[in-house]
T-cell receptor, first 115, second 113 residues
Framework: AQKVTQAQTEISVVEKEDVTLDCVYE???????LFWYKQPPSGELVFLIR??????QNEISGRYSWNFQKSTSSFNFTITASQVVDSAVYFC????????????FGRGTSLIVHP | SAVISQKPSRDICQRGTSLTIQCQVD?????MFWYRQQPGQSLTLIAT?????????ESGFVIDKFPISRPNLTFSTLTVSNMSPEDSSIYLC??????????FGAGSRLTVL
């Protein structure tokens, strides 16, 4: 069975600090996808990134970067030079080939960026 | 990616009543997903709605409590029946936008008194 753990319930930082959101997953499938979604206070979830299990290459998009390590079953998300607009709940998710690719979500990490 | 319109955006309901949430997609999709997000919690899949067949419910969710309609490839409704305060949640409609990525509606925030 698939499982996603986001141990950090809430993180509070001051603007311009770097922050890393942790995500650890469990799966028995060799083919799976990992995702990060952002849920701002408005409530609508926004897709940020997808990674498949065969691609461990890290990715950078502006101030956002993702570190995928199969050896530790982790898919961590780093925001560099955080801004107030980054304040949101961030969800990590996993979908398996054996689970019809319907994702399981972690509990989410609430990020609060103070000015 | 698809654009999803969901309504109502929020509602306050009395215990014992029912509420129907509508989800309209701007393109035809095979599967639509209904999620529940209880306060401070993660997203839990309620059911998958396919056009022309009964919805597939996840463990812990039953059709009598959460009947779903899927009359065509762009529309679905979720009804929360005989509501209790424990049903107070955000209910989210979503569709797959390809590559296993989900696109979500803005959600329907339900408060049951």
């Amino acid at each position: 069975a698939q499982k996603v753990t986001q141990a950090q319930t809430e993180i509070s930082v001051v603007e311009k600090e770097d922050v890393t959101l942790d995500c650890v997953y469990e799966t028995r499938d060799t083919t799976y996808y990992l995702f990060w979604y952002k849920q701002p206070p408005s409530g609508e979830l926004v897709f940020l990134i997808r990674r498949n299990s065969f691609d461990e290459q890290n990715e950078i998009s502006g101030r956002y970067s993702w570190n995928f390590q199969k050896s530790t079953s982790s898919f961590n998300f780093t925001i560099t030079a955080s801004q107030v607009v980054d304040s949101a709940v961030y969800f990590c998710a996993l979908s398996e080939a054996g689970g019809s690719y319907i994702p399981t979500f972690g509990r989410g990490t609430s990020l609060i960026v103070h000015p | 990616s698809a654009v999803i319109s969901q309504k109502p955006s929020r509602d306050i309901c009395q215990r014992g009543t029912s509420l129907t949430i509508q989800c309209q997609v701007d393109s035809q999709v095979t599967m639509m997903f209904w999620y529940r997000q209880q306060p401070g919690q993660s997203l839990t899949l309620i059911a998958t709605a396919n056009q022309g067949s009964e919805a597939t419910y996840e463990s812990g969710f039953v059709i009598d409590k959460f009947p779903i309609s899927r009359p065509n490839l762009t529309f679905s409704t979720l009804t929360v029946s005989n509501m209790s305060p424990e049903d107070s949640s955000i209910y989210l409609c979503s569709v797959s936008s390809g590559a296993n990525v989900l696109t979500f509606g803005a959600g329907s925030r339900l408060t049951v008194l």
